[in-house]
């Protein structure tokens, strides 16, 4: 293992143990920070959705960002890049609301991709119309299911 003063697992990987922000920014060690989400939580698409969306309301885009990650990574094939892009969408909000308009564009302009062709047929009421309207602007709480 190295001697690199950078988090690492067990395998290596870099992991990250500082104190982050609400918008997931690293803080100082010791710093008061929020909650990370735990990475790897087994939920349904329903749950999924509906801790992103609670993690969205309050404000917490990177956090919704992985939960919907995990489900992307649990998703059956067909629906992987639905996850994706919803993950993506929520780390375009998060680059917006730390004042990053170009990686808010590019990731939001990504996801909005990566929803496109579930709109015919979304899967778990996921509002991909709505939310694909909702990235041209990245502006407000976009709602992931249910109409915007």
Known sequence: MSTSPRDRDEQGRARNARPRDGLGRPLPYGA???????????????EALTEAQRLLDLGRPFHA??????????A???ERELWRGLAQLAVGLTHALRGNPTGAS???????????????????GVDVAGLVAWAATGTGVPRLTGGS
């Open 32 to 46: 008061p920070g929020v909650e990370r989400q735990p990475e790897g939580v087994p939920r349904t698409p329903d």
């Open 65 to 74: 960002h992985e939960v919907l990650e995990d489900a992307w990574k649990a």
């Open 76 to 78: 059956p094939e067909a």
């Open 106 to 124: 590019a990731l939001l302009t990504r996801g909005a991709r990566n929803i496109t062709p579930y709109r015919d047929d979304p899967p778990h």
